[in-house]
């Protein structure tokens, strides 16, 4: 194909079909029908664009033999005509090819029963002869590959996007996972991760490995923690085959490590490691990372790596909000095949803080109902959310702790809080503190009522009531009292 | 024009020549074959203009010339005349015919304007290097499972993929799959499809020279293959298209593991298959532990079940289906050897391979039953 000329589409009153047509009809004019028929009906014209004064002319030969001849006898003759019919001069181009026509015929041939292993059709329960590269198959045997490789890898298959959900607290996170995924070692490298407990940065991580192993199941992804990256280059030295472990690590593609924390302050291992990452860098292998904290915390981290790190993209990873929280129960609770309506699982995600625990108590409701038979109603959820806020942790803090802690998270001073101020936010932050005071500390009512300048039990106890029912649907409260008590905890 | 040679030079060459006519070509010159005698040589050319064939030999030549001949009756004459004798052409100056003759035949044959007669092309690209030896095995064990069916042409053709240092070959017709890994020594890579029926051609071809080695010239702009074999060239209209995804196909990892010798289970499939061909061929093999039943059923003409027990096994049984002439094509082609059978589950690829002969894969699609009958 000429590509040094700037060719430009044609212009509408001489499309190729009526060029061509006419052109013909020249042809046959001059041709003997044996030469018109073997030359110039199986070669046709199939593109006409201008070229600067003229026009290029593609034709389209069904093999080598019809180009070559087609070239040396006619080339002039069809050159003349073509200049005949669009008035210009008209260079040809002759091309081997599959004519349009024959590969429309080729595609309208689609699950043509084979002579051979003939289908018997009307009967309802017909043995199907599938073919072997039926669409089904192949995107079977991809799944297949994929979830081979994913445990070969060690990846869990159950940590995909689509088991991710999504909300302000980890959006950044998402993206970037789902855009390193599509293009490893392209966007941003090393991507790091870090969070808090139960954030999702191992789900992450790992979508992001089952995400790439989806399209390419053979991509060289290698996924470990970074205790396990440990032992393996202590064990490597040991045995002397840091060989085998540099060729595993250094030939990799993409290279996924959980809790990378982990080796700092191990300088056999940091230096492994920065190695590696460099290897890596060089060949567009893509790194991601996940720690419990951004490289800067990550106290007796070489500054070689620290900085390596800060060069990627670092993310940080927010404990849930509520919103997400509820966005989880239903995700995990229809994983598990037990439907919740929404404003139950918002009711979950008021009591519930954290998404493992979430995880936990929907294993067990699902035991209650699987093991147990028991129908799936709200009483039962709220039976099991109430044992599971019932089982306190032992609280550590003193009735002095919860009063600051109040307070401090309502912005008033302890002394307004036990005062008799009855402005409407010191009243309901007064009794929140109540509420925690009898829930976490199982202090009694009437001493309750001391702390807070002598009031009488039956108040104390009006409070807490109000508090219960304010928690009942109160997004605001309960968002309160989580954070009240993680203060207090820590 | 004057010149003679021994009749065995074009008799060898003869299916080749055979498969450059087609039946009715539009253009007359096609029906004909060039002689070209020059020097001390001939050159033999003919082509439909999908195939081609061009080959040259030393003969003795009293007066050069350039002549095509029609081509049909002289090939079905040649194949009647003995291959040691010799032959000769002579065209008296301002004739057309041309006058042939052999030991007592002799024959006067209509000739055509050899200006007519269509140039062969040149071609531009990569030689591949295939060994006699490989192209016996892609015969033998992969060319027969290409498809015959012309709406599909992809699957007419035996796929060529070269990677650097290894080649590998594939054929299916779209329900069972043949594939094998040959040695390279070239870096060379590209993938093409040649037609199997072509394939098959040039292994006759071969057997017949004392060359081990098949050069393989691809033009790929021009779809356009041309096959080197001692002193023939061959010319081949490679298939165009996307040849189907046969490596993803094959599963990456089994669950049942049989083994047994090829002949053992073949006498079962083929008194099973009396029953199964009025069923779409279908036979079923219910697998137990260390024995499997082999059933099948004609419907309104009886059933048929034999016991099967000569095979080791790995994994659990299952009832798997399938249109038994696959399975009988390649066990035929074990014959006395073990043939190990890997299955996933009653609804995927199954793969076969033979002990013995090395990176072979025969993959065949399991057919779904829905009941027991």
Known sequence: MSTTHLSQPLSHNLSKEIVWSKAQSLLKKNLSPAVFNTWILTNPLTDLSKDGPGYLATITCPTAFHATNLKRNLDEQIKMVLNDVVQSPVEINYVVGLIKSEKIKTKSRESNPQKRGKVRDGLDSSPRVEDLFSPRVINQSNQDRALWQARKIGLNPNFTFDTFAVSTTNEMAHAAAVAVSKNPGKSYNPLFFYGGVGVGKTHLMQAIGNNILKTKPETNIVYCTGEEFTNEIVQAIRTKRAGAFKQKYRSAEVLLIDDIQFIAGKNAVQEEFFHTFNALTQNYGQIVLTSDRPPHNISLLEDRLRSRFEAGLMIDIAQPTFELRTAIVLLKSKIAQLPLKIDLAKNIALKITSARKIEGFITKLRSEVELKQLPLTPELVYRLLNFETNVKEKARYSPSDVIKAVASFFKIRPIMLTGKKRLKNIVRARHLAMYILRKDLNLSLTEIGRWFGGKDHTSVMHAIKRIKIGLLDDYQLNEALNQIRSKLRA | ?373
Do not use: W
């Not at chain 2, 290409?146 to 709406?151: E, W």
């Not at chain 2, 036979?283 to 009886?302: C, D, Y």
């Not at chain 2, 094509?329 to 076969?352: G, M, Y």
């Open chain 2, 1 to 373: 024009m004057d010149f003679k040679f021994k009749v065995n030079q074009l008799k060898k060459n003869l299916p080749l020549l055979k498969r450059a006519f087609s039946s009715a070509p539009s253009l007359p010159v096609l029906n004909g074959i060039l002689f070209y005698a020059s020097g001390n040589q001939v050159m033999i050319q003919a082509t439909d203009l999908y195939f081609g064939v061009n080959f040259s030999f030393k003969a003795e030549i009293k007066e050069e010339g350039r002549v095509v001949v029609r081509g049909q009756q002289l090939i079905e004459i040649i194949n009647s005349i003995d291959k040691l004798s010799e032959i000769h052409f002579f065209q008296a100056s301002g004739e057309t015919d041309v006058t042939i003759t052999s030991g007592q035949v002799k024959i006067k044959l209509p000739t055509y304007n050899e200006k007519d007669f269509p140039s062969f092309p040149k071609l531009k690209g990569e030689s591949y290097l295939i060994t006699q030896e490989q192209l016996r095995f892609i015969n033998q064990y992969v060319t027969s499972n290409a498809s015959t069916d012309l709406t599909r042409p992809i699957l007419t053709g035996i796929l060529f993929d070269f990677h650097s240092s290894k080649l590998v070959v594939a054929a299916t017709d779209g329900y069972r799959l043949a594939t094998a890994d040959l040695a390279q020594t070239s870096e060379l890579t590209g993938k093409i499809i040649i037609p199997a029926k072509i394939i098959k051609e040039i292994e006759k071809t071969v057997v017949e020279s004392e060359l081990k080695q098949i050069i393989l010239e691809v033009d790929k702009k021009l779809f356009q293959a041309k096959c080197i074999v001692d002193n023939v060239d061959i010319f081949i209209r490679l298939i165009e298209g996307e040849y189907p995804p046969y490596e993803k196909i094959i599963p990456p990892k089994f669950n049942l593991f049989l083994s047994f010798l090829a002949d053992d289970l073949l006498p079962h499939l083929k008194r099973a298959k009396i029953f199964a061909k009025n069923n779409s061929n279908i036979v079923q093999l219910r697998i137990k532990q260390k024995t499997m039943e082999v059933f099948a059923n004609s419907l309104s003409m009886g059933i048929y079940t034999s016991e099967f027990s000569d095979f080791t096994q790995e994994g659990e049984g299952l009832n798997i289906a399938f249109n038994v002439d696959y399975l009988i094509d390649f066990l035929q082609k074990a014959a006395d050897k073990t043939v190990k059978l890997a299955i996933v589950d009653s609804l995927k690829p199954i793969k076969l391979t033979i002990t013995g002969v090395k990176n072979l894969s025969y993959i065949v699609m399991p057919i779904k039953v829905h009941s027991e009958i």
